[in-house]
């Protein structure tokens, strides 16, 4: 698995086009007649409705030694529920016209649907027969089991994967981030049925709860829906796993991988979406190593230096930790020279942050990039409940870019030099590097 992150399904791509893209959405709260509480825009144009749920926590539950369990479990909750097998699920979901996708990883288990406003009730009532009663058949977990076993012995092969767990285990040495979502090859084969069914009770409960809905659905409606849905789920779940303590130091560490190129995966410690000093922060990533050409690592080292095809750095918020981290690719006999732009570069903004060029180009692209998301119930159904799980306030599409465009040559300085610390940084190589010199 890759440091950097997922998204959706395609079947009512047509539809969720259509939508006008819009940041100024109007978001209500929903609270159910059980206390059950969602966002919702209410979108009446199209006759669909996109639902996201999630429920904090991930694989970050897995309990010790069984590495992968949330994962599995996750994948299995369409391969049949209730008195419905996999083939006999999957065929009652096609002739609703309704897609759901269950997925997982360290911080989240989420569900995503979507269904058409005439079969929104039976689409539901589906949806909750996967939610509170799977099966785990034996067979449908030996096919789903060979198939992560699979992922797991090409990760063993892939420097990308390699070097994202190495970066783990420098960076959360003994708490549960330290560990692949997807579980080892030494875990996964000893996962039992009752195994899937204790971290069922143990991620999917009430207590850690959030939702959201775009579409052609009202309040009522959705709030009738959300009790059918969820609310004889388990009131409470597992204890959440707790901050990490980063633990990541300044270095360099090399583990040897056969090919002309190295990985490079580098990072240090980040900042919460909460810290006041998040949108400086943001602004000061963007110019660092951002998804435009005259980012600055794009610039000095694709550019100017030739040194590969692409770099970029992303703030990346667990829930219980914070982490800036980029990453590249680079010939063996170039390796040193783009650590050493790099460690430049980083050296470069900490000192003198931004010019006012770069800061209202920026801007400029941050702001305008931003309302571009909204582009379909989908999308807003899960930006939506995004927001939730940051703890970001309903009104925060509209005020977002006023916080963006209220950002100083001051601000972006001060965070640049608290921020950037070229000493803290941490590179993990895999390859064969010519001229690097691992350090403790």
Request: glycine residues 8%; hydrophobic residues 40%; aromatic residues 6%.
């Amino acid at each position: 698995m890759t440091p950097i992150l997922r998204l959706l399904s395609l079947a009512l791509l047509a539809l969720t086009l259509a939508l006008p893209a819009r940041a100024a959405v109007d978001i209500q709260t929903v609270t159910s007649p059980g206390g059950i509480t969602a966002w919702l825009v209410q979108e009446p144009g199209i006759p669909f409705t996109a639902l996201e749920i999630r429920f904090r926590g991930g694989s970050s539950l897995d309990p010790a030694g069984k590495d992968g369990a949330v994962n599995l479990m996750t994948a299995l909750l369409e391969e049949g529920a209730a008195d419905l097998d996999a083939q006999a699920f999957a065929k009652a979901r096609d002739d609703l016209a309704a897609q759901f996708s269950f997925r997982s990883d360290i911080d989240t288990v989420a569900v995503s649907a979507q269904f058409l406003t005439e079969n929104r009730d039976q689409a539901v009532a589906l949806l909750r027969k996967a939610l509170k009663e799977p099966r785990f058949d034996p067979e449908a977990v030996e096919r789903v089991r060979g198939q992560v076993l699979a992922g797991l012995r090409s990760d063993e092969k892939d420097p990308d994967s390699i070097a994202s767990g190495i970066f783990r285990d420098l960076a959360f040495e003994d708490h549960p981030y330290e560990r692949d979502s997807d579980g080892t090859l030494d875990t996964v084969p000893a996962l039992t049925r009752d195994d899937l069914i204790a971290v069922h009770a143990a991620t999917m409960a009430r207590d850690r709860l959030y939702v959201a809905a775009a579409g052609d659905i009202s309040a009522e409606e959705l709030g009738a829906l959300l009790d059918t849905l969820l609310g004889d789920l388990p009131a409470t779940g597992a204890p959440l796993p707790g901050k990490a303590d980063l633990k990541l130091t300044g270095g360099i560490t090399v583990e040897p991988f056969p090919g002309p190129q190295s990985v490079i995966l580098f990072g240090q410690g980040g900042i919460r979406t909460d810290d006041p000093d998040y949108f400086p922060a943001l602004i000061l990533n963007e110019a660092m190593g951002g998804s435009r050409f005259s980012a600055r690592l794009m610039t000095e080292v694709r550019a100017k230096r030739g040194l590969t095809y692409g770099i970029g750095t992303s703030l990346v918020g667990y829930d219980e930790a914070e982490v800036m981290m980029g990453q590249t690719s680079v010939a063996n006999e170039r390796v040193a020279e783009a650590v050493e732009v790099i460690r430049e570069e980083w050296r470069k903004i900490a000192e003198g942050g931004l010019t006012e060029a770069e800061l209202q180009a920026t801007k400029t692209y941050v702001t305008g990039a931003y309302p571009l998301r909204f582009d379909g119930n989908g999308p807003l159904a899960s930006i939506m409940v995004n927001m939730q799980m940051m703890g970001l306030p309903s009104d925060y599409p509209k005020t977002r870019n006023q916080k963006v465009d209220a950002v100083t040559m001051e601000d972006v300085q001060r965070v640049a030099r608290e921020l950037y610390t070229p000493d803290a940084l941490r590179f993990v190589i895999v390859g064969e590097p010519q001229g690097v010199t691992a350090t403790e």
